[in-house]
Nanobody, 122 residues
Framework: QLQASGGGLVQAGGSLRLSCAASGRIFSSYVMAWFRQAPGKERVFVASTRWSGADTHYADSVKGRFTISRDNAKNTVYLQMNSLKPEDTAVYYC?????????????????WGQGTQVTVSS
């Protein structure tokens, strides 16, 4: 249902853009989000948006550096990551939640992509 791509290896200060293509049962009312999980750590919230583009939210650690956006015609959500830091290194997951409330914990999300590795070297 969700296919994430765009990860890779980048130097600190560089940029990457992640993509998440949604298909099938992911409808326009779903909240779309990005989470990340570093080795040995819990999966944590990064950013979220509604398909309408309104009501975006960001983790404090990425505010001003990351931007979540969507292309409704392509059923795709993006995460533009600028000024990357080594601490941004993680597997990034896109997720979809059919609920009406934007939530920042992974439990309520109904669908998950397979994850894409982002590695930032110092």
């Amino acid at each position: 249902q969700l296919q994430a791509s765009g990860g890779g290896l980048v130097q600190a200060g560089g940029s990457l853009r992640l993509s998440c293509a949604a298909s099938g049962r992911i409808f326009s009312s779903y909240v779309m989000a990005w989470f990340r999980q570093a080795p040995g750590k819990e999966r944590v919230f990064v950013a979220s948006t509604r398909w309408s583009g309104a009501d975006t939210h960001y983790a404090d650690s990425v505010k001003g550096r990351f931007t979540i956006s969507r292309d409704n015609a392509k059923n795709t959500v993006y995460l533009q990551m600028n000024s990357l830091k080594p601490e941004d290194t993680a597997v990034y997951y896109c997720a979809a939640d059919r609920g009406a409330i934007i939530r920042t914990t992974p439990g309520p999300y109904d669908y998950w992509g397979q994850g894409t590795q982002v590695t930032v070297s110092s």
